[in-house]
């Protein structure tokens, strides 16, 4: 995972136009009150989710994930302000993967209570995002596990979700889900 400050400490520290500095405010602004009101509800623990109705939401996005004209977002960089600064780079995400992230908080897919920094540094963390193998193997759990991690790491380092999307890793959680949910039906047909 990236490390760094992320895009809303540079722009709260850093001269950068005015506008700018809004726009990247309330970008920071709206996932902080998702993940407020998913802090909120602390009965929303692992052990009392449907995580079946979770990887049901997040296999929605296969297609729209899969499709070869899919743009995850890009990084911005070098526009020069009215006074003359120069704006820091900072990560702009496309519209599928603001929904994602957006459907994330709202489905209950950001795990109240998770210690996910901690988690980040377990070797089952590491294998997950490094084995395609075992990411196709992981259980309902670890891919929210996964998915708290990568969105909570983003507030801290910009572009943690814009290279997760691009190197597909969000895909192989999305893949993973629709696999985990078309086992259930089979099962349940059985």
């Not at 377990?122 to 708290?148: F, G, H, K, V, W």
């Amino acid at each position: 995972m990236a490390q760094g400050l992320g895009r809303f400490t540079s722009a709260m520290h850093l001269s950068c136009g005015r506008r700018q500095v809004h726009k990247v405010n309330r970008t920071a602004v709206i996932h902080q009150r998702r993940f407020d009101r998913a802090m909120a509800n602390p009965e929303d623990t692992p052990t009392n989710i449907d995580l079946l109705r979770c990887m049901q939401e997040i296999s929605r996005y296969l297609s729209a994930l899969e499709d070869p004209d899919f743009s995850p977002g890009e990084i911005r960089s070098g526009e020069k302000t009215d006074s003359g600064s120069i704006v820091m780079p900072y990560a702009v995400l496309g519209d599928i993967a603001e929904a994602f992230i957006a459907t994330a908080y709202d489905g209950g897919w950001v795990l109240p209570g998770f210690d996910w920094v901690s988690w980040c540094h377990s070797d089952d963390a590491q294998t997950l995002c490094n084995d395609p193998s075992a990411l196709a193997r992981a259980e309902p759990m670890q891919l929210l596990y996964l998915i708290t991690a990568l969105i909570r790491q983003d507030r801290f380092s910009e572009g943690t979700l814009l290279s997760a999307f691009k190197s597909r890793l969000i895909l192989g959680i999305v893949r993973r889900a629709a696999a985990i949910v078309g086992d259930e039906k089979q099962q349940s047909q059985s």
